[in-house]
């Protein structure tokens, strides 16, 4: 049987933020298996997220063994987050690349 899911201290701040600045937000934080805590979509795009928590140390940080294998297994936008600051700046970067195709 699998264990409740844990998130970020930070998680429901940066949910909030995103879905105050506009965003889709779907919460996938009990999915498991590596999958990313959130999906995103803002501008006809979607981006998926792993929130990890900014004000713990680098070595706390680190994806596990499931996480990284999701990543380097998924064929889409996939990135990590440490605050609401920097999603935003995921989402844009992630829309200047869409407006360029």
């Known amino acids: 049987m699998r264990r409740a899911a844990r998130v970020d201290a930070n998680h429901s701040e940066i949910v909030q933020g995103l879905r105050k600045a ?3 937000v779907l919460d996938l ?3 498991g298996q ?3 805590d959130i999906c995103v979509g ?4 979607n981006l998926l997220m792993e929130i990890k928590d900014g ?3 680098p070595s ?6 499931d996480e990284v294998k ?5 064929s889409g936008a996939v ?10 700046k995921q989402i844009n970067a992630a829309l200047e690349v869409s407006q360029k195709i």
């Open 22 to 24: 506009g965003c889709s």
């Open 29 to 31: 934080s009990r999915v």
């Open 34 to 36: 590596g999958c990313p």
């Open 42 to 45: 803002f501008g006809g795009i």
């Open 55 to 57: 004000a713990k140390s």
């Open 60 to 65: 706390a940080r680190k994806l596990t063994v």
């Open 70 to 74: 999701f990543h380097r297994g998924w």
């Open 79 to 88: 990135t990590v987050v440490n605050s609401l600051e920097d999603a935003i």
